[in-house]
Antibody, heavy 119, light 110 residues
Framework: EVQLVESGGGLVQPGGSLRLSCAASGFAFSSYAMSWVRQAPGKGLEWVSGISYSGSDTYYADSVKGRFTISRDNSKNTLYLQMNSLRAEDTAVYYC????????????WGQGTLVTVSS | QSVLTQPPSASGTPGQRVTISCSGSSSNIGTNYVYWYQQLPGTAPKLLISRNNQRPSGVPDRFSGSKSGTSASLAISGLRSEDEADYYCAAWDDSLSGWVFGGGTKLTVL
């Protein structure tokens, strides 16, 4: 059974940093692309960043480019999102999602972790 | 403002057929697959329709998808109370080199 479990969310001040993790199990993690998708309170879905199966290719939404860094450790079956220079508008539930490749569907989603940016 | 345009709401009575539209452009829907996701209240999104019109295993055949040009549609027939959820369309955008979503459609079963 595919499982994706996010962690690392919490309350952080504007300008601060946070690192999210997504622990994967139940599939060959190193063979699949992964993405982070967020959802602000009461709002719709917004793709944040994606990474190829090997980690050699990364993609970012313009809203986070230069501030967020996606990475993966295939030996630990874990996906990461390093978030720096956080803003109030980054407040959201962050989901990790599995993909067959970067331009294909998000076929499995984690339960999400809440990031709140506030003073 | 979302890159893909969906109506904010839709409704129907049990047993009815409802459709939800999704409008994009040549750089996303016009050249790439459209995907649909269902998000039940308080839960993570779930893949509902893959590659324009393919149902993943376990998705009832009451759900169907179609695409024409730069627009796509999700149809739900035999509407049931458990279909009450938010529905999102999504596509890869070649110009942005990233994913774009519709703003979501809240479906109410009256």
């Amino acid at each position: 059974e595919v499982q994706l479990v996010e962690s690392g969310g919490g309350l952080v001040q504007p300008g601060g940093s946070l690192r999210l993790s997504c622990a994967a199990s139940g599939f060959a993690f190193s063979s699949y692309a992964m993405s982070w998708v967020r959802q602000a309170p009461g709002k719709g879905l917004e793709w944040v960043s994606g990474i190829s199966y090997s980690g050699s290719d990364t993609y970012y939404a313009d809203s986070v480019k230069g501030r967020f860094t996606i990475s993966r450790d295939n030996s630990k079956n874990t996906l990461y999102l390093q978030m720096n220079s956080l803003r109030a508008e980054d407040t959201a539930v962050y989901y990790c999602a599995k993909q067959p490749n970067q331009v294909r569907e998000f076929d499995y989603w984690g339960q999400g972790t809440l990031v709140t940016v506030s003073s | 403002q979302s890159v893909l345009t969906q109506p904010p709401s839709a409704s129907g009575t049990p047993g009815q057929r409802v459709t939800i539209s999704c409008s994009g452009s040549s750089s996303n829907i016009g050249t790439n697959y459209v995907y649909w996701y269902q998000q039940l209240p308080g839960t993570a999104p779930k893949l509902l329709i893959s590659r324009n019109n393919q149902r993943p295993s376990g998705v009832p055949d009451r759900f169907s998808g179609s695409k024409s040009g730069t627009s796509a549609s999700l149809a739900i027939s035999g509407l049931r109370s458990e279909d009450e959820a938010d529905y999102y369309c999504a596509a890869w955008d070649d110009s942005l080199s990233g994913w774009v979503f519709g703003g979501g459609t809240k479906l109410t079963v009256l």
